[in-house]
């Protein structure tokens, strides 16, 4: 129980630093990019996400690899007791005590847990979804001549009361489809319809909604550095989509249609929105913080690099002999 414990927190942490990492210089980079670069910025989120998840699942396959037969730096200097002891968990044991990180251990393995049910139960919640889609919403045209989903009247199922006044709405995982409701766009032009529409299609095409479960899953389970992830990632994709639209339907019409999806609960202010899809953000600024990211990086190296691998072994080996 303990190494197994011992060997799961040590994968959180891996996972946590990586991502912790990786944001600086993806938060960098997507700050220079124009606006219609805007998903190759939500990429490069997902990109920070998988390689967390990476380091997770590759230092639970490396833990027990590590604790059995040590790295050549250990081998080669035994008159070492530990692998570099001035930076060893060992300290932190010494420090707080084998009960403060057995219960560490404890709580990292309670968040994989809260991420893993947040998985179940967005799984389960689209299935209901598309079940009450199926007995209540009917397949028809789009404004843009693609299929879509209707749905008239009022939502009938508990599992639909979500999209209660929104325009138009992208759902499912695998075979995602743009849902509307019946009389949501009567008061907006035919132009501003297609915008909206436009919109969704974007999410349809790159499967946002399973993404979107799938980053949901990793605030869950890694918060904070999670939650800049996720967060990220939402603004640029609902920007590319943005873009996309406001190129298809033209300036006059994604303005009025803007104004439509301002309540789609995206976490975006309209003005927000607008703004992105002006252009290139000011490079000034952008420029001043990558630079600054960069002198931190490159005073904060001889600190981490080799010590981050040293690290995570010790904090296997000091969780472990904390359950001993």
């Known amino acids: 129980m303990g190494w197994s414990l011992a060997t799961i927190s040590a994968g959180w942490l891996a ?34 996400a998988l390689a967390g998840w990476g380091a997770f699942f590759a230092t639970l396959v490396a833990a027990p ?8 730096y250990i081998r080669h200097s035994p008159h070492l007791e530990r692998v570099l002891p001035h930076v060893c968990f060992r300290v932190v044991r010494d420090t707080v005590g084998d009960g403060y990180l057995a219960a560490g251990s404890i709580v990292a393995v309670v968040l994989l847990i809260l991420g893993l049910v947040r998985l179940i139960t967005g799984l389960l919640a689209e299935r209901r979804t598309s079940r009450a889609l199926m007995a209540t919403a009917r ?20 599992s639909l009361s979500r999209l209660s006044g929104q325009p138009a709405v992208t759902l ?5 489809l743009v ?16 915008a909206v529409i ?10 946002d909604p399973l993404t979107q479960l799938l980053l949901g899953v990793t605030a869950w389970c890694f918060p904070g550095v999670g939650w800049i992830v996720a967060a990220n990632w939402r603004r640029h994709s609902e920007h590319a989509a943005d873009t996309f639209a406001r190129a298809t339907a033209g300036e006059v019409a994604w303005r009025e249609a803007m104004r439509a999806l301002s309540g789609e609960g995206a976490g975006l202010m309209l003005a927000d929105r607008m703004a992105a899809a002006e252009g290139p953000i000011s490079p000034s600024p952008a420029i001043a913080a990558a630079g600054g990211w960069l002198l931190l990086a490159i005073a904060a190296w001889p600190f981490v690099y080799p010590y981050v691998a040293m690290s995570l072994f010790c904090w296997i080996e000091t969780t472990w002999h904390a359950w001993d």
């Open 15 to 48: 996972a946590m630093t990586v991502m912790a990492a990786a944001s600086l210089p993806v938060a960098a980079l997507t700050k220079l990019l124009p606006s219609r670069y805007c998903r190759l910025s939500a990429f490069l989120w997902q990109a920070v």
């Open 65 to 72: 690899i590590w604790f059995s037969d040590p790295p050549d």
């Open 139 to 158: 397949t028809t045209d789009g404004p843009d001549g693609g299929p879509v989903l209707l749905l008239e009247g009022a939502p009938a199922s508990s």
């Open 172 to 176: 499912g995982f695998l075979h995602p």
């Open 198 to 207: 436009a919109h969704e299609r974007v999410h349809v095409r790159w499967r």
């Open 179 to 194: 849902l509307m409701t019946a009389g949501a766009l009567a008061g907006v032009s035919s132009g501003a319809s297609s």
